[in-house]
């Protein structure tokens, strides 16, 4: 695709139930990331893959939270038994990290409010 | 351990200079990121820095000096569209980004 496109853009839920967050990246992009923004606050990494890997999961906040990419294409995030501080933006990044020097092209994000 | 700092709100007037500074503390450098995010969108790429000294691109700059820990990000001629948030960021071990929590930056009449 042109962008990389995040559904749903808003997600509101009730506390407890679980939420699955899709990322669809850029064609043809190897690395894909995905972060956390609460609302006046930077960005706080959560996952990033590598292919279908993930090398580095030391970012999930909890095992409330799972992660996982097929197709080297698109990742979904779920979030089990939600809770209020989970409310948040989840954004997704992805690149073509042949590189140090590449840069991030991220979604327009999704909006999760737990209730 | 990995820390990036940045103020946390700056105000500048329209057809001013500003400038955002970040500084940063890593135990692997791989180069320094700008990013600008305007409220409720996606961050978009600004500038990158892996050796010192200034990057120029329009009316934005970028400077970095890595014996310090040191960059900043210059605004010229600013703009009301210019009302963002600006974060540094970089990437450790190439892969993981670690991004400042972002200045926002109001730009007044």
């Known amino acids: ?58 970012g999930l906040p909890s095992d409330r939270f799972s992660a996982e990419r097929t197709g080297e294409s698109v990742s979904t995030l779920t979030i089990q038994r939600t809770q209020q501080e989970d409310s948040a933006v989840y954004l997704c990044a992805s ?18 409010s737990v209730l | 351990g990995q820390n990036i700092d940045q103020p946390t709100e700056m105000t500048a007037t329209e057809g001013a200079i500003v400038q955002i500074n970040c500084t940063y503390q890593t135990s692997g450098f791989n180069g320094l990121f700008w990013y600008q995010q305007h409220a409720g969108e996606a ?13 120029e691109k329009g009316r934005f700059s970028s400077f970095l000096s890595r014996s310090k820990g040191y960059s900043y990000l210059l605004l010229k001629e600013l703009q009301m569209k210019d009302s963002a948030s600006y974060l540094c960021a970089y990437p450790y071990n190439f892969n993981k980004f670690y991004f400042g929590s972002g200045t926002k930056l109001n730009v007044k009449p």
Request: aromatic share 12%; charged share 20%.
């Open chain 1, 95 to 112: 690149s073509t990290q042949t590189g140090p020097g590449e840069k991030l092209f991220f979604g327009s994000g999704t909006q999760l």
């Open chain 2, 43 to 55: 961050p978009t790429f600004l500038s990158y820095n892996v050796l010192d000294g200034l990057e």
């Open chain 1, 1 to 58: 695709g042109a962008g990389v496109s995040q559904s749903p853009s808003n997600k509101v839920t009730e506390k407890g139930k679980d939420v699955e967050l899709r990322c669809d990246p850029i064609s043809g992009h190897t690395a894909l990331y995905w972060y956390r923004q609460r609302l006046g606050q930077g960005l706080e990494f959560l996952i990033y893959f590598q292919g279908n890997s993930a090398p580095d999961k030391s």
